[in-house]
C-alpha cells in the first residue's frame, strides 16, 4: 500500500483463542461494509475463523479470553515470545470478563458441578497481563468493531493508539436516551469507558461495565448516588463484578 | 415583529401543513421516569398530534440541531502524490417547533460565539439559517431559573413565537417566512382583550419562578473565589461524565479528531462536542493535562457558563434552564454551587469595617 511516497506494510497478524466464547475474534469477520478493506490492511498468519492456514511470523497477536489451564499459561507464554505487539483483546482478555465469576468458589466445588466424576485440570481464572506483558488492550463484550478497525488502521500507518476516555454516559447523551437511574435501574455508565456508542443503554439495558472503567472514575461518588436513590447496594455489587472489570475499586464500601 | 391572534384549532391547521410539508423535530414524550413524570426530548414530528404541546421542558436541548453531536468538517481524498480537502455546509431546512425562551435566547448566544466572531462558523450558519424556529411559552418548573439570568422572555431569534392566552395563541411574528406562510390561516389583529390576556399570561409565568439565583455581580465573584474550597467540595461529587454539558443548549465546546478511512485512501476530520468535565478535555501532547482535578474541571465549566470567555464579550452563557442539574446524577446544579459560592464569601463579612455613622 502506497501513499504520498509512504509504503505501508501489512500487518502480520495472528488471532489466539484461551477461556472464552471466541465471539470477539467474530467480530473481526463482522461489518460486511468495511470487511474488505478492513482484511486489506491485513496479512493473516493464523486465525482459525477465517483459514485454516497456519504460520508462526506474525507481529502482531490478539489474544481472545482469560486464562484458566496451566497449559494455557505455556500457549501464552510461546506467543508472547513471537509477537512485537500482544494485545489483550475482549473483555475476557483484558479483565478476566465473565469467567471470573468462578473465582468466588473453591475449584473443587467447581469441577464436581460442572464435570461430575471427571478428572478436569483446572486454576482461578486470570487476565492476559496476570500472565504476559499486554502492549495494547481493546476491551468490550464483544469488541468494537468499528474501534478495531481503528486501532488497526492507526498500527498500520503508524499512528497513536488510543482509547476513549470519557465515560458511557457522555455517549448516552448523544443518542437522547432517558438516563437509566431515571427509571429506576442501575447503569454502570457513569464509571465505564465510552467507545461502544452507548449500545446497551439505547436498548435500554443498563450497563455492566464490559468495557472496564474510564479514566479517573468516581466510585465513592458512584456509590453515593446508589444510596442516594435508594437503589440495592446488592445489585451494584453484582453489576461492577460481571466482567471483574472494577477490581481495584470494588472493595470500595457499596 | 408583527403580532397576530390565531385560534388554537386554527393554528392546528397551520402546523400540520407545516409539519407534513417540512422535515420538522418538536417535543415528544419518550418515557416515563421512576417517579411518573414524563421525559420529553425534541424528536421528528410530522403532525400535531406528534407534538406534545403541554410539555414541560425536554432531557436535551435543541442545541445539537445546530451542533451535532459528531459532524464531518472536511473529507480527504487522496490520489498519487496529490490530495483533495472537500468541505461541505449544507444544512436541510427544518422546522424546529415548541423551542422555550430560554432555548431561543441560548441560540442568540450561540449566534453571538459562533458567528460574531472573527472567524464565523459556516457549518452553524448554514444550520441556522436553514431552520425555521417556532418558540411556544410555558409555566417555569419548579428549578427553572431562566428568570434569574432574564432569560425568561424573548425578543428576537426565532420566527414566529406563541404565548398562550386561553382559546388562542397570541403570535409574535419575527420574520417574513413566518408572516408568509401565516398569511394562508386564519388570523386577526390584537385587540385589547387579547393584549390585556398576553400581559396577564406574562405575569403569571414571571410570578411562578420557584427558583432563584442571585447573579449579581457573579463574574467579579467568580474571579474573587479561584480557589475557594467550594470548587474541590463540588468537584469531589463529579463523576466526570460529561452529561451536564451534553444536554446544554449553550455548551459549544468541542474536540477534533482526524482519522484515516479503513482503506487507507481517504481521511475525515470529525468534530464532536465535548465537555470540560471530561478527564481528557485539557490533556495535550505528551500526556500532560492542565486540569487533572475534578473540582478544577467543574470550576472551569462554571467560569465559562457565568463568568464568560473573551468571544462572548464576557457575557454569562447559561440561560438558566437547569437541564444540567437534572441531569447530574451527583446532584450538582448551578443553583447550589453558585449560593455556596456566595456563602463562602459572605461567611467572612463579620471582619469588615462598619459603615460611618450618618450624620
Avoid at chain 1, 461494509?33 to 511470523?57: A, C, H, V
Avoid at chain 2, 472551569?300 to 440561560?319: P, T
Wanted: include cysteine.
Amino acid at each position: 500500500m502506497k501513499h504520498r511516497g509512504f509504503t505501508f506494510e501489512k500487518l502480520k497478524i495472528a488471532s489466539f483463542d484461551f477461556t472464552c466464547c471466541e465471539g470477539c475474534q467474530l467480530q473481526l469477520a463482522n461489518r460486511e461494509s468495511t470487511l474488505i478493506d478492513f482484511l486489506e490492511l491485513l496479512d493473516i498468519k493464523n486465525f482459525r475463523e477465517l483459514s485454516s492456514e497456519q504460520f508462526d511470523d506474525y507481529d502482531i497477536a490478539l489474544i481472545e479470553g482469560s486464562i484458566s489451564r496451566q497449559d494455557e499459561v505455556e500457549r501464552l507464554q510461546a506467543i508472547r515470545r513471537q509477537a512485537k505487539t500482544l494485545v489483550a483483546f475482549g473483555s475476557c482478555a483484558c479483565f478476566g470478563g465473565v469467567n471470573s465469576l468462578k473465582n468466588k468458589f473453591s475449584l473443587k466445588e467447581l469441577v464436581a458441578e460442572v464435570y461430575p466424576g471427571m478428572k478436569v485440570e483446572t486454576m482461578p481464572v486470570k487476565k492476559i497481563s496476570d500472565v504476559v506483558k499486554v502492549d495494547l488492550s481493546i476491551p468490550g463484550c464483544p469488541v468494537n468493531k468499528e474501534e478495531v478497525e481503528r486501532v488497526m488502521v492507526n498500527l498500520a500507518t503508524g499512528s497513536l493508539v488510543t482509547l476513549p476516555k470519557h465515560p458511557v454516559c457522555f455517549e448516552c447523551k448523544a443518542q437522547l436516551n432517558t438516563c437509566l437511574f431515571e427509571l429506576g435501574e442501575i447503569c454502570l455508565g457513569p464509571i465505564t469507558r465510552g467507545g461502544c456508542n452507548a449500545v446497551c443503554t439505547t436498548g435500554k439495558t443498563p450497563c455492566l461495565g464490559c468495557r472496564g472503567p474510564s479514566e479517573e472514575i468516581n466510585m465513592p461518588a458512584f456509590v453515593e448516588l446508589v444510596k442516594a436513590r435508594e437503589l440495592s447496594l446488592d445489585d451494584l455489587q453484582e453489576k461492577i463484578a460481571f466482567y471483574n472489570a472494577f477490581e481495584g475499586f470494588s472493595n470500595h464500601e457499596a | 415583529m408583527i403580532y397576530k391572534v390565531i385560534a388554537k384549532s386554527e393554528f392546528k391547521r397551520f402546523t400540520d401543513a407545516l409539519l407534513r410539508d417540512n422535515t420538522s423535530f418538536g417535543p415528544r414524550q419518550v418515557d416515563t421516569d421512576s417517579r411518573g413524570k414524563a421525559v420529553y426530548q425534541f424528536l421528528p414530528v410530522t403532525s400535531s398530534d406528534d407534538v406534545a404541546f403541554d410539555y414541560t421542558a425536554t432531557a436535551s436541548s435543541a442545541k445539537h440541531f445546530f451542533l451535532p453531536f459528531r459532524e464531518e468538517l472536511s473529507r480527504f481524498v487522496f490520489q498519487d502524490q496529490e490530495w483533495d480537502q472537500q468541505i461541505s455546509y449544507e444544512g436541510n431546512p427544518i422546522v424546529l417547533i415548541g423551542l422555550r425562551a430560554c432555548d431561543i435566547s441560548a441560540l442568540n448566544i450561540l449566534d453571538d460565539v459562533l458567528l460574531k466572531g472573527h472567524f464565523p462558523s459556516p457549518y452553524y450558519l448554514a444550520k441556522r439559517k436553514n431552520t425555521f424556529v417556532i418558540g411556544m411559552d410555558h409555566l417555569p418548573l419548579p428549578d427553572c431559573f431562566c428568570k434569574s439570568m432574564n432569560h425568561h422572555t424573548i425578543s428576537t431569534g426565532f420566527n414566529l413565537f406563541c404565548s398562550d392566552i386561553g382559546e388562542n395563541y397570541y403570535l409574535s411574528i419575527n420574520s417574513s417566512k413566518a408572516f408568509n406562510f401565516l398569511k394562508e390561516c386564519d388570523t386577526r389583529d390584537p385587540i385589547d382583550d387579547d393584549n390585556c390576556r398576553l400581559v396577564e399570561r406574562r405575569k403569571i409565568i414571571s410570578d411562578s419562578f420557584r427558583s432563584e439565583v442571585d447573579v449579581t455581580a457573579l463574574p467579579s465573584i467568580l474571579d474573587i473565589e479561584f480557589d475557594s474550597p467550594v470548587w474541590e467540595k463540588w468537584g469531589n461529587k463529579c463523576l466526570n461524565c460529561g452529561t451536564c454539558a451534553m444536554v446544554c443548549p449553550t455548551c459549544y465546546c468541542y474536540s477534533v479528531e482526524e482519522s484515516f478511512d479503513t482503506n487507507l485512501k481517504g481521511a475525515t476530520r470529525q468534530k464532536k462536542l465535548y465537555s470540560c468535565n471530561l478527564v481528557d478535555f485539557a490533556e495535550v501532547a505528551g500526556g500532560h493535562n492542565f486540569r487533572p482535578k475534578n473540582g478544577d474541571r467543574l470550576k472551569y465549566r462554571y467560569y465559562h457558563q457565568h463568568r464568560g470567555f473573551a468571544e462572548n464579550a464576557n457575557q454569562q452563557i447559561c440561560v438558566g434552564c437547569n437541564r444540567c442539574g437534572r441531569a447530574c446524577l451527583a446532584g450538582i446544579n448551578p443553583k447550589d454551587v453558585i449560593n455556596d459560592l456566595r456563602m463562602e464569601k459572605e461567611s467572612c463579612l463579620t471582619n469588615i469595617s462598619s459603615s460611618p455613622d450618618r450624620i
